[in-house]
């Protein structure tokens, strides 16, 4: 499996020092972990996590009724500067339908509909838990699917 753009390779050393607390784990994939938990406590089966088509990445995939949820996760310290959520600009919203379609194609599940959710996090510095995790449904439109 291909590395995600813009992450870094971790070698099973430095994988196992983050598991047993030697060192910290980068924001982002705390802030993937805390929505994962979050979704399956609402009723989301996490079918994958960080897929790659093409050079786009989703965080999340999960089925909840007739969908195929397809889940954007922003993580951010505070929203002193800007909400979590409104981080997504025009140029990633794009990037994101065409991985989603990409993935379709290449994985549709007979009578699944693509969904694509954001989840935003705020996870204050110093703190263990996140402060808040909101959950937006279908908020970028997949269109003619």
Do not use: C
């Amino acid at each position: 499996m291909r590395t995600a753009p813009g992450r870094k390779k971790v070698s099973w050393v430095g994988w196992l020092a983050q598991r047993v607390g030697l060192r910290r784990m980068p924001l982002g994939d705390r802030g993937e972990i805390a929505a994962a938990k979050f979704l399956r406590k609402q009723g989301v089966k996490i079918v994958a996590r960080n897929r790659v088509h093409g050079k786009g990445e989703i965080d999340l995939i999960g089925i909840e009724g007739e969908f195929l949820v397809f889940v954007e996760v922003r993580t951010r310290r505070s929203e002193g500067y800007m909400r979590p959520e409104d981080s997504i600009r025009y140029r990633k919203r794009k990037k994101l339908v065409g991985t989603v379609r990409g993935l379709m194609r290449r994985h549709w599940k007979k009578g699944l509909r693509p969904r694509i959710d954001v989840v935003a996090v705020v996870w204050p510095a110093g703190e263990r838990r996140p402060a808040e995790i909101r959950w937006h449904r279908g908020v970028i439109g997949v269109g003619g699917w």
